[in-house]
């Protein structure tokens, strides 16, 4: 499964959202309707699932999939 | 197996214990903690299962990060969940402030405080994903109104009042209730150390006329920790016999 793929999922379990309304350019805030603790509770699942340590720093600037997909996918050095 | 869980840190003897008692008569599977002494421990297990209740203990000192992951995490290996965390280890040594060193007031706010921000968080993050979750953490009476001799013991105690009330805020909506109880004078081994001229005091300024039991805190501890005490949240109850009206 891609990144993509592992983050879409943890958000649908998260939010209970539609598979087809998230996509990478979707923004937590705006478009999921994720306040601060989604998106907390959506990094502490990838930290388990990558077995990662996502620094605070880091997520500060983290407001769409696509930033969160792509951070991920560098640290394991894959392609987003 | 019983449907909900609980943990109640320092529980191998008196108020933790009398908790973890109530909440196994309760129909919770009970996680006993203990720091130093095994033996009471497993004592209250069998006290815990000769009445039908069902338990483990788990040793572990949870002012220490890693020990306090370590019990959430047996817990949660064991019985697979966790519905209620009670943070109720602690410490308490009088002195007058004045003669408080260093080394004693770091030791009390760390062993009161930290251990509870450590179960709390590592409790949390299961809870979250559950959807629900009590957290009740056992204050006192001195961390509301202070007390001479215990400037240290009542700064960690108060506390607990900011750090519960901010998980309200921030867990509120996920199912999740934080409260505080707050316990007055209560027969145990700090009271029994008292003198017949304190004791006769402390007494006068009890409307009820007696020492409370830990057994009082532990029907208290056990409702907040019921389903049905879901929508009482970020709240301290003061189970003082009445001091507070005097």
């Not at chain 2, 002494?37 to 299962?49: G, I, K, P, S, T």
């Amino acid at each position: 499964m891609s990144v993509f793929e592992d983050v879409r999922k943890i958000i649908i379990e998260i939010k209970d959202l539609p598979e087809e309304s998230i996509t990478l350019e979707s923004r937590f805030e705006e478009d999921l309707e994720a306040d601060s603790l989604d998106v907390v509770e959506m990094l502490m699942s990838l930290e388990e699932l990558y077995d990662i340590q996502i620094p605070e720093e880091a997520t500060e600037g983290m407001k769409t999939v696509r930033e969160v997909v792509e951070y991920i996918s560098a640290l394991l050095g894959q392609d987003a | 197996m019983n449907e909900q869980t609980a943990i109640v840190t320092g529980s191998s003897r008196g108020i933790g214990k009398a908790i973890a008692l109530q909440l196994a008569r309760d129909g919770f599977n009970v996680v006993i903690n203990y720091r130093q002494n095994r033996e009471q421990a497993d004592h209250v297990l069998e006290e815990m299962q000769a009445a039908g209740g069902q338990g483990i203990v788990v040793g572990a000192d949870v002012s220490n990060s890693e020990d306090a992951q370590h019990l959430i995490d047996t817990a949660v290996q064991t019985y697979g969940r966790v519905d209620v965390l009670v943070n109720n280890a602690g410490i308490n040594k009088d002195q007058l402030m004045l003669r408080i060193s260093d080394e004693e007031w770091h030791q009390l706010i760390h062993t009161n405080l930290d251990s509870a921000f450590y179960c709390s968080r590592a409790v949390l993050r299961h809870m979250m994903k559950k959807r629900y979750g009590r957290i009740i953490t056992i204050s006192s009476v001195v961390g509301i109104n202070g007390n001479a001799g215990q400037a240290h013991y009542a700064a960690a105690k108060s506390g607990l009042l900011g750090f519960t009330f901010s998980l309200a805020q921030e867990y509120g909506n996920r199912g999740i209730t934080a409260n505080v109880v707050a316990p007055g004078f209560i027969q145990s081994d700090m009271t029994a150390a008292l003198s017949p001229e304190q004791s006769a005091k402390i007494l006068k300024s009890i409307a009820a006329d007696r020492l409370g039991t830990p057994e009082d805190v532990a029907a208290t501890v056990a409702f907040l920790a019921s389903p049905q005490a879901g929508y009482i949240n970020g709240q301290v109850i003061r189970i003082d016999g009445g001091m507070s009206s005097i």
